[in-house]
């Protein structure tokens, strides 16, 4: 017996647009730019949300969400970013693979792995065990890192840092420009 392939899509112009998802998956995002918030909620679902400051640009967001496996989903967020902001709703036992073009990027209630790159902006990462990391990789090219959980605040050009525990997720941060910064919750 074949079992069938799981192929989740969500329709691209609700908002929210939301997709049931259960925990302990991986989520990879492709995002383009505006303020974006990564949030883990205590729900088996991803949602996907935005808001206009000025109320003019709702309509030209383009965001899909798709299932291409039992325990893996993908996001994709296009739209306006000056006045924009974006929210999206992970399940809180998540893996999250997340790709940025410029903007802010926050991302907390998380408890599983983070690899984030964006390319300029401020990237805000709030980690609600630290202690759980058990390998940390974070780099600047132009900008600063600042991360409290290991000690590290450094600016300047080609800035990184490496750290090595005994957890059970990996961190993976990367920015080309703009400011890294890194607290537990």
């Known amino acids: ?16 647009l939301t997709m049931d998802f259960a925990a302990g998956g991986m989520v990879r995002m492709k995002l383009n730019t505006g303020d ?6 205590d729900a088996d679902r991803i949602s996907v949300s935005w808001s206009a400051t000025d109320g003019g640009d709702e309509g030209k967001v383009k965001a899909k969400l798709q299932r291409p496996a039992e ?15 974006y929210r999206i709703e992970v399940p809180r036992r998540s893996d999250v693979v997340i790709h940025m073009r410029a903007g802010e990027l926050t991302v907390r209630g998380i408890k599983g792995s983070v690899d984030a790159d964006l390319l300029a902006g401020d990237m805000d990462l ?8 058990r390998s940390v990789d974070l780099s600047v ?3 600063a890192i600042d991360a409290k ?9 080609w800035r990184s840092s490496k750290a090595i525990g005994n957890g059970d997720y990996d961190l ?3 920015l080309i420009a703009g400011q890294l910064t890194i607290r537990a919750e």
């Open 1 to 16: 017996m074949f079992a069938a392939p799981i192929a989740a899509l969500a329709d691209e112009t609700s908002n929210p």
């Open 36 to 41: 974006m918030e990564v949030i883990g909620a």
């Open 71 to 85: 325990k893996e989903a993908t996001v994709l967020v296009d739209g306006p970013g000056n006045h924009m902001h």
């Open 126 to 133: 709030r980690l609600p065990e630290p202690d759980r990391f």
């Open 141 to 143: 090219t132009a900008g």
């Open 149 to 157: 959980p290991w000690q590290v605040d450094k600016a300047g050009l």
């Open 172 to 174: 993976r941060a990367r």
